[in-house]
C-alpha cells in the first residue's frame, strides 16, 4: 500500500480535482505490475496497473493493492470495477474508501457481489491524509471551504515585530516544525495571509520542505499595496490578492474585488465564495495577528495549529488571544505544537 502511495505522488497535481490513486499487481509476494493515475482524464491507476502487465496469465492468481476504492461509474473514463472484474482479478486490496457519493463504497460492493474477496481500510488513516485535497473538494459540493489556522508565537507571546533589526528576528520555529508545516502547506489548495505579513516579512508562501502540491498564495490587499517585487511573486505561482479597488488578471496574478466595508461575516463568505469559484476548497491561514482575528471573530468553524517556541522577542506584534478549545499537543524538538477548534 505504501508503493501505492508512492505511485500516486507522482502525478505532480495534474490528476486535480480527481484523487492521486497508485496501483499495483502482487504475484507471491512479487509487484509485478504497476501504475498510477496520470492526467485529469486519462486512465486511471488500476487500467495503467493492468495494461503495464506483461505476463497476463499472472491477473486471476495476483493481488490488485490501490490506495482508493476503485470506481464503480463511467466519467471522463469507464468504471475500473469493470476491468477488473473481466481481467479475472480475484482479490482486491484498498486503502480509502472514496468520499464520492457516485462510488461511496458501491465499488466495493460490486466486486465482492461478483466473488471478490476485498479488503478494505489498509492504511487507511494515512491513504486518506494523502488525498486530503480529494476528500475537501468532495466535502466543497456542500459549498463550504476547509480551514486552517496556524501561527508561531514566541515563550513571551509575540508572533512577530512591525520591522526588523536583523534577519534571523524573523525566525521562531525549529527545523522540524518548518517542515511539519509545509507538510499542512501540501495538504491545502490555498496559503492566506494579510498584506501586513506581506509587508513585514516579505514570505515565499510556498512548500519547500516537503513533498506535493504548491497552494494557490491568498493575500487580503484592500488598498492593493503589495509591491510586484514581492517573493511571493517570484516563483511565477498562481496568486489571488483580494482588495477593494480592482478587478484584474495578469497572467498567474488574480486580483479579485470584493467589499471590505461589510460585516466581518459578509467579508469572509465573499472570501469563500470566490475561493470556490476557483476551485480553492482548503485554505491555511498563516496571519498575522489582523487576519486571524477577523476570521475567528467572522464565526466560521476551522482547525487551529498554534506553534510555541522559546524564542524571546521582548515586544512586537501580540500573538492572537482566541479562546480555542485545545485537545492534543505533540512535541518537535524545542518547540510544543498544539490543536485546537
Known amino acids: 500500500m505504501r508503493r501505492c502511495l508512492e505511485l500516486a505522488a507522482l502525478s505532480n497535481g495534474e490528476e486535480y480535482p480527481n484523487p492521486k490513486v497508485g496501483a499495483v499487481l502482487v504475484h507471491k509476494g512479487r509487484i509485478v505490475a504497476e501504475g498510477y493515475h496520470r492526467k485529469y482524464g486519462e486512465a486511471h491507476a488500476e487500467v495503467n496497473a493492468i495494461r503495464s502487465l506483461k505476463e497476463t496469465g499472472l491477473l486471476t492468481v495476483s493481488t490488485l493493492f490501490v490506495n482508493l476504492e476503485p470506481c464503480n461509474h463511467t466519467g471522463k473514463t469507464p468504471p475500473c470495477t469493470d476491468l477488473i472484474l473481466t ?13 464520492n457519493p457516485l462510488v461511496g463504497g458501491k465499488g466495493i460492493e460490486k466486486l465482492r457481489s461478483a466473488g471478490v474477496e476485498v479488503i478494505s481500510g489498509v492504511l487507511e488513516e494515512e491513504c486518506n491524509e494523502f488525498n486530503q485535497l480529494f476528500f475537501d473538494y468532495i466535502s466543497s459540493q456542500n459549498n463550504s471551504v476547509r480551514f486552517t489556522v496556524k501561527w508561531a508565537e ?3 507571546g509575540f508572533i512577530g515585530k512591525p520591522t526588523y533589526s536583523e534577519v534571523k528576528e524573523r525566525k521562531l520555529s525549529n527545523s522540524i516544525s518548518d517542515r511539519f508545516v509545509h507538510k499542512i ?23 519547500r520542505f516537503w513533498t506535493g502540491d504548491q497552494p494557490v498564495k491568498i493575500i487580503l490587499d484592500p488598498d492593493c499595496k503589495t509591491p510586484l517585487s514581492s517573493k511571493l ?10 482588495n477593494q479597488l ?12 470584493i467589499d471590505f466595508f461589510q460585516s466581518l461575516s459578509a ?7 470566490e475561493l470556490l469559484k476557483e476551485g480553492i476548497y482548503s485554505v491555511l491561514i498563516e496571519g498575522g495577528k489582523k487576519t486571524i482575528e477577523s476570521f475567528y471573530h467572522s464565526g466560521i468553524k476551522a482547525d487551529y495549529i498554534i506553534l ?17 478549545e485545545f485537545y492534543d499537543q505533540i512535541a518537535l524538538g524545542n518547540n510544543l505544537v498544539r490543536f485546537g477548534r
Open 267 to 273: 467579508v469572509w463568505n465573499s472570501i469563500c465564495a
Open 185 to 207: 502547506r501540501s495538504q491545502h489548495k490555498g496559503i492566506l495571509i494579510g498584506v501586513n505579513t506581506v509587508l513585514s516579512d516579505d514570505p515565499q508562501l510556498n512548500n
Open 154 to 156: 514566541s515563550a513571551d
Open 308 to 324: 510555541k517556541t522559546p524564542a524571546l522577542l521582548k515586544n512586537g506584534i501580540p500573538a492572537p488571544n482566541l479562546p480555542i
Open 87 to 99: 481481467s479475472g482479478i480475484k482479490k482486491v486490496v484498498i486503502g480509502s474508501k472514496d468520499p
Open 233 to 242: 511573486f517570484s516563483d511565477n505561482a498562481r496568486v489571488i490578492l483580494f
Open 246 to 257: 480592482k478587478q484584474e488578471k495578469v497572467d498567474s496574478i488574480y486580483w479579485v474585488k
